[in-house]
């Protein structure tokens, strides 16, 4: 059964430290990778997602994530948090050949400290 | 401005009492898709519709039903709700994913309580 952990629930970083937050997958097939932001209250907007090639990817508001295929992971990252960035972030999978189902983990809450 | 829309926002209703909640996406989108969130829990696909009259179940389909009798609307129906469908719903839509393209956009959630 496919399967996506998010490890930590809560992470309170300072502002201007940086950031990394887990995602691990349990996927049988290639994975369609993808980190989703909730601000409060609000619906979900998608940061970065990785099909294929180059495993660093860039995503909006200074995100990257890196795939790594071995360890069954893609972390988001940014090098310097704002405190605009606090917010409910989402590790989701989707299968390459299904297109329709997608996976989500049950997501970390961003805290950051003035 | 491209967006998906669902309406109600916000409901309180009581066991038992049909209601339908709409989704609508002005993007020509083919697929569309119904999630709940739950804490703790993420977001679980309910329903999802690859396209007009083609639907399927996600992995929490139980006490839902969906339609799809136009493109641009897909509308969530409890025939029968119960308090553990109490939850925050989100629709998504992305366009026909033969084209490569996966990135799903999502509506801004309808919170539904059921007493």
């Known amino acids: 059964a496919q399967s996506v952990t998010q490890p930590d629930i809560h992470i309170t970083v300072s502002e201007g430290a940086s950031l990394e937050l887990r995602c691990n997958y349990s996927?049988?097939?290639?994975?369609?990778l993808f980190w989703y932001v909730q601000s409060p209250g609000q619906g979900l907007q998608l940061l970065l997602k990785?099909?294929?090639?180059?495993?660093l990817v860039q995503g909006i508001k200074g995100f990257e994530a890196e795939f790594k295929r071995s360890q069954s992971s893609f972390n988001l990252r940014k090098p310097s948090v704002h405190w605009s960035d606090a917010a409910e972030y989402f590790c989701a999978v989707g299968r390459a050949g299904n297109f329709n189902k997608f996976y989500f983990g049950s997501g970390t809450k961003l805290n950051v400290k003035p | 401005e491209a967006q998906v829309t669902q309406n109600p926002r916000y409901l309180i209703t009581v066991t038992g009492k049909k209601l339908t909640v709409t989704c609508s996406q002005n993007m020509n989108h083919e697929y569309m898709s119904w999630y709940r969130q739950d804490p703790g829990l993420g977001l679980r696909q309910i329903y999802y519709?690859?396209?007009?009259?083609?639907?399927d179940k996600g992995d929490v389909p139980e006490g839902y039903k969906v339609s799809r009798k136009e493109k641009r609307n897909f509308p969530l129906i409890l025939e029968s709700p119960s308090p553990n469908q109490t939850s925050l719903y989100f629709c998504a839509s992305s366009p026909n994913r033969g084209q490569g393209t996966y990135e799903q956009y999502f509506g801004p959630g309808t919170r539904l309580t059921v007493t």
């Open positions: 519709s690859m396209n007009v009259e083609v639907t």
């Open positions: 996927y049988g097939a290639t994975p369609y």
């Open positions: 990785y099909f294929s090639g180059d495993t």
